[in-house]
């Protein structure tokens, strides 16, 4: 399925790509992430070049089609509006990696991370405090 997007070169997080050490093993989950270049993302083009699963080309399209972009500045490329303003000098647009607990499992916080950051300013905040609380159990040590 393919998707267009007024801005350029953004990029839609999935699933994040996660990390775990346990002991001196680090363990890397692959992420999935839709990436538009020229304003287009094609699901079938990227799930043969990265080796997706059927599954997670559907997901990163349910993901697409699902998300509160569509119909503002993201489309089905079939329904793209002829006038359809392009904005080229647009950053991509990061969004918050931050896994949310919901009822129905984990998902991504999916806000507009702040500029230069992988998370959103509420997330910021609470990471900052988090930060901060365990450099002062790190003095209380000494």
Same mark, same amino acid.
């Given at each position: 399925m393919?998707? &267009?997007?007024k801005?350029d070169?953004i990029e839609y997080?999935v699933?994040?790509?996660q990390?775990?050490?346990v002991?001196?093993?680090r ?11 020229n304003? &287009?993302f094609d699901?079938e083009v990227? @799930?043969k070049?990265? $080796? ?7 997901t ?7 998300h ?6 993201l &489309?089905? @490329?079939?329904?793209k509006?002829?006038? @359809? ?6 950053q991509?647009?990061t969004?918050?990696i931050a896994?949310? @607990?919901t009822?129905?499992g984990s $998902?991504?916080?999916g806000?507009p ?10 997330h $910021?905040?609470e990471?900052e ?5 365990v450099e =002062?159990?790190k =003095?209380?040590k000494v």
């Open positions: 393919r998707f &267009y997007s801005y070169r997080v699933i994040a790509k990390h775990e050490t002991g001196t093993h363990r890397t989950t692959r992420g999935l992430t839709a990436k538009f270049h304003h &287009y699901s990227a @799930a070049d990265l $080796q997706w699963s059927e599954e997670d080309r559907k990163v399209e349910r993901h697409l089609l699902e509160g972009d569509m119909g503002i500045h &489309y089905v @490329a079939t329904d509006p002829k006038d @359809a303003p392009i904005d080229t000098e647009l991509p647009l969004r918050c896994t949310v @607990a009822a129905d $998902q991504l916080c806000e991370a702040l500029d230069g950051k992988d998370l959103c300013e509420i $910021q905040k990471f405090a988090a930060m901060a609380g =002062e159990l =003095e209380e």
